[in-house]
């Protein structure tokens, strides 16, 4: 056989699937925006919540917050198991675990505490 005068066929490019609407707002915030993308069995998300009671880090060392959930997203953006999502405020910045279920649970901060009027910035992606 010799060489072909046409190229193969090329599937086209996927769309991802976006949402910016179906976050659930944990305790003390509020959601100013939010977005997930779905593109080739990948998930990403980020959102912005405004801080209404601030999450206190402590005095004295160590240094740390409750565990408090600040977020649930939505079902179909989900992980299949527990991964680590990246926060910060400017000031306070840590890691969250986004649960199976759809929790977003903040866990760590770098001393500071979350105060009321900032605005928590998560985002993380996984595999689907």
Not at 19 to 29: I, K, N, P, R, W
Not at 104 to 121: A, D, F, K, M, Q
Request: net charge negative.
């Amino acid at each position: 056989m010799g060489a072909s005068l046409y190229p193969p066929p090329v599937a086209p490019d996927a769309t991802p699937t976006v949402v910016t609407s179906g976050l659930t707002a944990g305790s003390g915030v509020t959601v100013n925006n939010f977005q997930a993308r779905k593109i080739n069995g990948v998930c990403s998300f980020a959102f912005d919540l405004a801080i209404t009671t601030k999450f206190d880090a402590g005095s004295t060392a160590p240094y740390n917050l409750a565990d408090v959930v600040i977020a649930t997203l939505p079902a179909g953006y989900r992980p299949a198991r527990t991964v680590t999502a990246i926060y910060s405020t400017g000031y306070a910045d840590g890691e969250c675990d986004v649960e199976a279920g759809g929790a977003v649970t903040i866990r760590t901060t770098n001393t500071y505490s979350l105060n009321v009027g900032e605005t928590i910035r998560c985002s993380g992606a996984f595999v689907l």
